[in-house]
């Protein structure tokens, strides 16, 4: 029996040129060109004259005169601009204006927009607007930064309103804040460029932490969703029979949402580049529905971009496109009010007040307002929830989740609602994955409740996303709970299969490599990226034929996901990671510091990047990490968990013993500070009394767990009582995976 060591407290963090120019010297090919071939060319075969064969919408008007009108001025046509008179629509006729403590002057010189900005550190700086971002309900403002970054204002002007105001209002930022505007957060080629802008290359250098980003369209233009159409245009030129057109029209779901959900989803990048067309999770991983950004039962908190929330919905299973709702050109609603629920759903039944319980032709007898919950994002942004589900009181009730009755009628309560839906529908309310998904973020689940989410797991009657959601938010020791993911790593969703390869990481080395192997020739990328997370490090020598080969390209699909998100302070933090586990301390270190220099308050990265250095027997500069730790974070335990194994390495005993208490009095619930601490007076200051109450303290939060039980054991042992060690000696062999 050994301490945790402070070198094992690593854990993975999850959760990942070609200059851009207008070739007026080339002959501009037309779709409707009079000068066509008498003999059909091989399409496949042409060789391309545009970048990336990208020939611009000015090529698609001949043909495609209708739609392209009805894109133009849509949000996607104006989604970024140059800066001018015509697109800028922000007040820059000498306004000044000072907004959670930081001054602003908005002025034009010339043909240029600028704003001088005196920062909360009084430092003072002027700004030339180079770029717009967006048109309604808000325009943003890029500005130039060197090494090829452009930085989005933080200050926005209300479109509606006709004001400028702050996306955070309230907050006072600082400037070394991440969330400054002139930090890694509002970094356009990070965080915005892809969605903006065709085939976009953000060309990042990540020994200079610099970009060369270029795009073929400044917008969201026509090949952003077909596809490169220069082959397309050759096709349509000549007298050809090939029935391939070589340009994506998609008609059937998933082939709009490989589309629209590149963008329209909270997402890792798995590759360095997007591809219209390909499948969504070999080139995305789509972020659970964690309570992260979403409240306990799956509804809308942060951004969610509506994809995470849509594959919750009933409307998701039965095939429903995002066509159906929505004019993919325009981009508008291809109805108001019911009409567009009722293309579907039989008037009789729905458009009733029999089913609302509201008068007709009033806002509560929308189809909307009871099923698709909205909320104002970036300050002035209103969007609504895409899981299309039916009122839950009874969960805020119980739970604290918001509801769409509540939302309505505030001045009422959540227990009121409540009762108004059992007076009408009795006290059952039909099965939902949200009565799982509460479940799951829940401590000292019992025996039952965690047989309910095994099957729940496992039940392809519920969303793939929430299944693989619940198998994230829940631990697995036992036999039985891993027999649960070995039914789920044959599910028909990559996302489920994904999230249930994660969970394997804790058991021993030759059985995660056993299910690693199984899984690195997945057919979907995403899957294959999991097993080869299974076993970072791996010497490829140790394999033989096909499993070297699957392993080889599983890990290089790996770092291709690394490196796509190095640019992000969390990429840094999953570098970082890699190296670790890698025992590559050098670049582990080198990409925590990076980390944090991009995020100072990134959490996590406090974590790893001391125990890197412990490891590296930098135990000065540790220290001081985790002194820096606690003073930005003085509420959370977890650094004096960290400073109390590092003084028990360095055989500080009492210190630590100090450090250990202190983080169990910020954490009641810190299993880890409790193990450590029994474990101390079990084994070296011989107190089996106060080691049974940290060690069954600890079993109170995780009674599953082997470790602690095997503790437990031993001290009972010590104590002599060992018909109790032995009950729990047999239950520990029995359980052995």
């Known amino acids: 029996m050994f301490y945790i060591r402070f070198s094992e407290t690593f854990l993975m963090t999850k959760t990942l040129q070609i200059a851009f120019l207008f070739l007026f010297s080339l002959l501009l090919l037309s779709c409707n060109s009079k000068d066509k071939k008498e003999k059909y060319t091989e399409i496949s075969r042409t060789s391309t004259q545009y970048i990336d064969g990208y020939v611009g919408d000015k090529n698609c008007v001949a043909c495609h005169q209708t739609e392209v009108a009805l894109w133009k001025g849509s949000h996607h046509d104006l989604a970024m601009q140059i800066a001018n008179e015509t697109t800028v629509l922000g007040d820059f006729n000498n306004v000044e204006i000072t907004i959670d403590s930081v001054d602003y002057f908005f002025y034009k010189k010339g043909n240029d927009f600028l704003v001088k900005i005196k920062e909360i550190d009084t430092s003072e700086k002027e700004y030339k607007i180079t770029y717009t971002f967006g048109v309604t309900p808000l325009q943003q403002y890029l500005v130039d930064f060197e090494k090829g970054k452009k930085q989005v204002l933080r200050v926005t002007w209300n479109v509606i309103k006709k004001k400028w105001y702050h996306q955070y209002k309230g907050d006072k930022i600082q400037p070394h804040d991440w969330l400054h505007w002139t930090k890694s957060a509002q970094n356009w080629n990070t965080m915005c460029a892809e969605c903006h802008s065709t085939n976009l290359k953000k060309n990042y250098s990540i020994e200079e932490d610099s970009f060369n980003t270029t795009y073929s369209s400044i917008n969201v233009n026509c090949e952003s969703c077909h596809g490169p159409a220069e082959k397309h245009v050759a096709w349509a030129e000549n007298s050809s029979e090939d029935k391939n057109n070589y340009i994506l029209s ?29 499948k969504f999770e070999d080139q995305y991983m789509v972020q659970n529905i964690t309570n992260n950004y979403y409240h306990d039962d799956g509804q809308i908190d942060d951004e969610d971009y509506v994809f995470g929330s849509f594959m919750q919905s009933k409307m998701f299973d039965e095939g429903v496109k995002c066509n159906d709702c929505h004019n993919v050109h325009t981009l508008k609603l291809k109805f108001e009010g019911n009409k567009l629920c009722l293309q579907c759903h039989v008037p009789a039944n729905y458009e009733t007040e029999k089913h609302y319980f509201h008068k007709q032709n009033t806002e509560a007898s929308l189809c909307i307002n009871c099923h698709m919950t909205d909320k104002n994002y970036m300050g002035n942004d209103f969007r609504r929830d895409h899981s299309f589900r039916i009122p839950r009181p009874d969960q805020s009730e119980k739970y604290g989740t918001p509801n769409a009755c509540t939302e309505c009628h505030t001045d009422k309560s959540n227990q009121w609602a409540a009762d108004v839906i059992k007076n009408k529908f009795g006290n059952k309310r039909a099965p939902h994955f949200s009565d799982a998904l509460l479940m799951s973020t829940k401590n000292n689940l019992t025996e039952g409740q965690r047989n309910q989410l095994d099957n729940f797991i496992n039940d392809l009657n519920y969303p793939e996303i929430a299944r693989a959601t619940v198998i994230e938010n829940l631990d697995y020791y036992a036999p039985e709970q891993f027999k649960t993911l070995l039914i789920a790593l044959k599910d028909s969703s990559a996302i489920v299969r994904y999230n249930a390869l994660l969970k394997f990481r804790n058991i021993a080395p030759q059985e995660r490599l056993s299910v690693a192997l199984e899984h690195m020739n997945d057919s979907i990328k995403l899957v294959r990226i999991g097993a080869a997370q299974l076993v970072i490090g791996l010497d490829e020598n140790t394999l033989n034929g096909i499993d070297k080969s699957n392993y080889i390209n599983s890990r290089s699909e790996l770092e291709t996901m690394l490196f796509a998100n190095a640019d992000f302070s969390t990429g840094r933090l999953q570098l970082g990671d890699y190296y670790f586990q890698k025992n590559d301390l050098p670049n582990a270190i080198k990409h925590y510091e990076m980390a944090l220099k991009k995020d100072s308050l990134l959490l996590p990265v406090f974590s790893n990047l001391a125990t890197a250095y412990s490891i590296n027997k930098d135990f000065e500069n540790a220290s001081k990490i985790l002194e820096k730790w606690i003073l930005i974070d003085a509420k959370n335990g977890r650094p004096h968990y960290l ?17 250990l208490k202190i983080a ?73 995976y």
């Not at 059937?252 to 963008?263: D, M, P, S, V």
């Not at 400073?643 to 450090?659: Q, R, T, W, Y």
């Open 664 to 736: 169990i009095k910020l954490n009641p619930n810190d299993t880890r500070s409790l193990y450590n601490l029994a474990t101390y007076y079990f084994q070296d200051n011989k107190d089996l009394k106060q080691a049974e109450t940290y060690i069954k303290s600890a079993l109170k939060i995780d009674s599953e767990n082997p470790d602690f039980n095997y503790l437990l054991a031993l001290v009972y042992k010590e104590k002599g009582q060992t018909t109790k060690a032995n009950t729990i000696m047999l239950k520990l062999k029995v359980n052995q």
């Open 250 to 278: 998609p008609k059937k779901q998933k082939e709009q949402l490989n589309l629209c959900a590149t963008c329209h989803a909270r997402r890792a990048k798995l590759t360095e580049n997007y591809v219209p067309g390909e």
């Open 643 to 659: 400073k109390g194994l590092l003084n028990f390495e360095n055989n500080n005993n009492e210190i630590a013993v100090s450090e």
